[in-house]
């Protein structure tokens, strides 16, 4: 499955029901045929302009930030001359976050109905069950056991929460990394991607424990899943 050309051809699909000529802006009808496809992620969608205008734009970065992660070959962040495995594996991290924000977009321009920071509690899972994903092939956790003694304390754990984890971050990368237990659901697997996208971001995991734990598969393996969520609530759309 070539993740870049599914997101790229189901996008071409949708935007052929969208229409790129804003049609939508003065045609009524354009606008009703929009809003029954959104009504499959959330009865409350409404066909005003200012609406469909605001879900397209919102929708379409969503998917440009995703396509642009997984099209990133060969991600680093560093000067190009004197690139080190953690300058890759730093790119590997932005990668992710990448995705994760295109992922986020795309799903509450679905699932929400009103332009508030708030999101529902449940919404992501209610999203994914929403796009009837495929039987999930399970993560295993890295082999070895990550020396994590001094990462997930109560003192760390306080610098976690000031650098913007939450209880939940924590407890799924303490799941994965240091019970050892495979990802082995979509939902794990978007807390997962959550956590370690937040970790990332907030400067709590450096490219050193990435390399020390073997972490990258990880990374690329969720980097992945994420658009193929995408283009699983694309479809619905097409």
């Known amino acids: 499955m070539n993740v870049s050309e599914d997101l790229s051809r189901v ?6 029901v969208l229409e790129p000529d804003k049609s939508w802006l003065t045609d009524a009808a354009k606008r ?3 809003q029954q496809k959104l009504f499959y992620f959330n009865s409350k969608h409404d066909n005003s302009p200012e609406h469909i205008d605001r879900f397209i734009k ?5 998917q440009a930030l995703v396509q642009a992660a997984i099209e990133w070959q060969h991600p680093a962040i560093g000067q190009s001359e004197t690139r080190s495995v953690n300058d890759k594996l730093r790119g590997h991290q932005w990668k992710l976050v990448i995705a994760y924000s295109g992922f986020e977009i795309a799903s509450k321009a679905l699932m929400m109905d009103k332009w508030e920071r708030q999101v529902e509690k449940g919404m992501y899972e209610k999203f994914l069950e929403k796009c009837v994903l495929p039987e999930y092939q399970p993560i295993e956790p890295p082999k070895g056991k990550p020396k994590l003694t001094n990462w997930l304390n109560k003192e760390d754990g306080a ?8 209880s939940g971050d924590k407890k799924a990368i303490d ?3 240091v019970q050892s237990q495979s990802v082995d ?9 959550k956590a370690l996208r937040n970790a990332s971001a907030h400067g709590f995991l ?14 690329l393996r969720l980097t992945d899943d994420l658009a193929k969520i995408v283009i699983a609530g694309l ?4």
């Open 11 to 16: 996008w071409k699909d949708v935007w052929n």
């Open 32 to 34: 009703d045929c929009i």
């Open 58 to 62: 919102a929708l379409s970065r969503g």
């Open 159 to 166: 610098l976690a929460t000031f650098l913007g984890l939450t």
């Open 175 to 177: 799941r994965w990394l």
């Open 185 to 193: 659901s979509w939902f794990e697997a978007y807390k997962l991607a």
């Open 206 to 219: 450096l490219p050193t424990k990435i390399r020390e734990w073997g972490l990258k598969d990880g990374f």
């Open 235 to 238: 479809t619905k759309l097409a």
